[in-house]
């Protein structure tokens, strides 16, 4: 079974400071994973994916994230941290046990940004 | 222009009504689903339709009924409301069931059930 495990329940940052969401998953082949940012009353915006190629790859708003196989991990990261920045960051594996018709989420990162 | 409607945003109801909500999407998508997102913000599939038709049904009880009148359309009817119902329901929909492909949610319906 696909899954994808997110370690910290929040994180915090200081502004202009570079923050890290960790990300961990456990697939059966090859890996197809998304990060995705949530505002509060808002729908999930998709932010990047990781399907093959190149380990780093970057997204919206100048998110990007490493996929490390060794490590079953795909860290999102940005090098200055925001306020804005501040929201609920979802990790997810497409779960091709079904077909790819399914995404799992992680539990989410709550990432808290401050001035 | 929304991409991804849903009606109502939110949805006050009593134990035992029936209820639906409605979603939209305008992105000539093919697959949509539906979402539960709990009080502890955790994301669980519920249902997956690919033009019109059903692919995933992720043990949801009876009482959820999807119904998906074209491609573009994906609606949740709930019979018999619980207490445990309440949350926030996302739509989404994806260009194809392509794993490379992000999804595009919704703006999510808040449903209390009192």
């Known amino acids: 079974a696909q899954s994808v495990a997110q370690p910290e329940d929040q994180v915090n940052v200081a502004e202009g400071n570079p923050l890290t969401v960790k990300c961990t998953y456990s697939?059966?082949?090859?890996?197809?994973l998304f990060w995705y940012v949530q505002y509060p009353n808002r729908g999930l915006q998709f932010l990047l994916k990781?399907?093959?190629?190149?380990?780093l790859v970057k997204g919206s708003y100048g998110f990007e994230a490493e996929f490390n196989k060794s490590q079953t991990s795909f860290h999102l990261k940005k090098p200055s941290a925001l306020v804005s920045d501040s929201a609920l960051y979802f990790c997810a594996v497409r779960d091709m046990d079904t077909g790819g018709f399914k995404t799992i989420f992680g539990a989410g990162t709550r990432l808290f940004v401050k001035a | 222009d929304t991409a991804v409607s849903q009606t109502p945003k939110y949805l006050v109801t009593q134990m035992g009504n029936d209820k639906s909500i409605k979603c939209e999407q305008n992105?000539?998508?093919?697959?949509m689903y539906w979402y539960k997102q709990d009080s502890k913000k955790f994301l669980k599939i519920m249902f997956s339709y690919n033009n019109k038709e059903l692919i995933i049904n992720e043990t949801v009880p009876n009482r959820f009924s999807p119904k998906s009148p074209d491609k573009a359309h994906l609606n949740l009817h709930i019979n018999s409301l619980e207490l445990g119902d309440s949350a926030v329901y996302f739509c989404a929909s994806s260009q194809a069931r392509g794993t490379d492909y992000g999804y595009t949610f919704g703006s999510g319906t808040r449903l209390t059930v009192v």
């Open positions: 697939v059966s082949g090859n890996p197809y």
């Open positions: 990781y399907i093959t190629g190149d380990n």
């Open positions: 992105l000539g998508h093919d697959t």
